[in-house]
């Protein structure tokens, strides 16, 4: 065949096939980072299962497509054996399940029969095929270890290569050197695409999970901030109205907070609010309740505790272990010791209310009414306790 009709047709094929793998790669790295889609959620191992069986049945329909009806076997329609090695190498590592080494060892088994079409089983299609499954279940076994260091990959990749290519030899007897050089660049090829479009989708993500972070975090208290507050906010009121499950919330407010910054600095406020959170963090971690901290204000901290029920005592018992907290906190600024105390205004969600706020309007009437106390109070469901009980 001439040399330009030989280079065109491999060049095609070539890129034919690293665009099916980037694609796949895309939709495999996307079903295995989605969160939103409930069936995928629960299904994730089938699909990234089926889509693996779906690339590597394409891919050998088309090896074999090729290599029967080719009248000149010149080894360009080995791009399609060379993307069933890198796609199956590639799962293997990926698909860490038991069905995923089934998966392998059937199709391989079944490619070993196809020499059938091409000539006949020997002893040889047993031992090729025998050893190809052997090198499989190694790789299934220890891909933890095998991805975790870039040479024991590389090592990996290339003795699976290498068996599979030998195997591949028998479905396409009489290539020339020529044939073997194409079909080793084009397996070189199209690794390093997987690999480094792999590389630049898992880039991405860290980014936007860092973006995420920064979106969903306070940089300096670490609680969830207050987009984070409303959206939770409205998720558990949705529910309460389906389920009639309830929650409790806590406004807290540090009190005299501008003097600690007027008088020792930003820097001295900011060391007070990231202990501040760290400590009322560590107070609801002690109860059995599902609580979680979020940064509403500059010195407002609000904790919202999840199936809850209406206890005044627990209530009492939340709200005086976290101000007993705060008040046990000292700071030392300009050779001065300094403590803070903080104001707690407590509230259930209730039958009566008529959108998701109502609760967190509740909650911060009766924070203000510890504040007007004389501070250092807390007020639940709008009864301001004796600031000597406990």
């Excluded at 270890?145 to 479905?171: K, P, T």
């Excluded at 290539?175 to 199209?190: D, K, N, S, Y």
């Excluded at 406004?251 to 900011?270: E, L, P, Q, S, W």
């Excluded at 199936?307 to 005044?312: A, G, T």
Aim: proline residues 2%; contains cysteine; neutral net charge.
């Amino acid at each position: 065949m001439p040399f330009t009709t030989i280079a065109l047709s491999y060049v095609s094929s070539l890129i034919a096939n690293a665009v099916v793998l980037l694609g796949c790669v895309s939709l495999f790295m996307w079903i295995e980072r989605e969160t939103d889609t409930p069936v995928i959620v629960r299904h994730r191992q089938l699909f990234l299962c089926l889509l693996g069986i779906g690339l590597l049945l394409l891919a050998y329909l088309e090896a074999q497509a090729n290599n029967v009806m080719s009248t000149h076997l010149t080894g360009f329609h080995w791009t399609y054996l060379n993307l069933v090695i890198v796609a199956l190498y590639n799962l293997m590592l990926r698909i860490k399940i038991p069905a995923q080494m089934i998966i392998s060892l059937v199709f391989t088994i079944f490619w070993g029969l196809s020499s059938l079409i091409t000539g006949g089983a020997s002893s040889k299609t047993v031992i090729q095929t025998g050893a190809l499954l052997l090198v499989e279940v190694i790789i299934c076994l220890f891909a933890k270890q095998i991805e975790s260091h870039w040479w024991s990959y590389g090592v990996g990749f290339i003795v699976f290569s290498w068996v599979a290519l030998q195997m591949g030899s028998m479905l396409y007897v009489g290539q020339t050197p020529g044939a073997w050089t194409r079909q080793i660049v084009a397996l070189i090829v199209l690794e390093a695409v997987v690999l480094g479009y792999a590389d630049i989708l898992r880039y991405q993500d860290t980014k936007l999970k860092d973006f995420k972070h920064q979106a969903e975090f306070d940089a300096l208290t670490g609680a969830a901030t207050f987009g984070v507050f409303n959206t939770h906010l409205q998720e558990l009121y949705g529910n309460f109205r389906q389920t009639g499950e309830t929650y409790a919330m806590f406004a807290m407010d540090v009190d005299h907070f501008k003097r600690i910054n007027d008088t020792y600095g930003h820097v001295a406020g900011n060391e007070v609010l990231r202990t501040i959170a760290h400590t009322i963090n560590e107070v609801v971690k002690e109860f059995k309740f599902t609580g979680r901290l979020y940064r509403t204000g500059g010195e407002e901290f609000t904790i919202i505790i999840e199936n809850i029920k209406s206890d005044p005592e627990m209530a009492e018992t939340i709200s005086r272990s976290i101000q007993r907290g705060i008040s046990e906190l000292r700071f030392t600024f300009k050779g001065e010791a300094v403590s803070v105390t903080i104001s707690i205004g407590e509230e259930r969600v209730s039958p009566s209310d008529a959108n998701y706020l109502d609760i967190y309007k509740r909650a911060d009437q009766y924070l203000y009414a510890s504040k007007h106390n004389g501070r250092n109070a807390i007020t639940l469901r709008g009864r301001t306790l004796d600031q000597g009980t406990g």
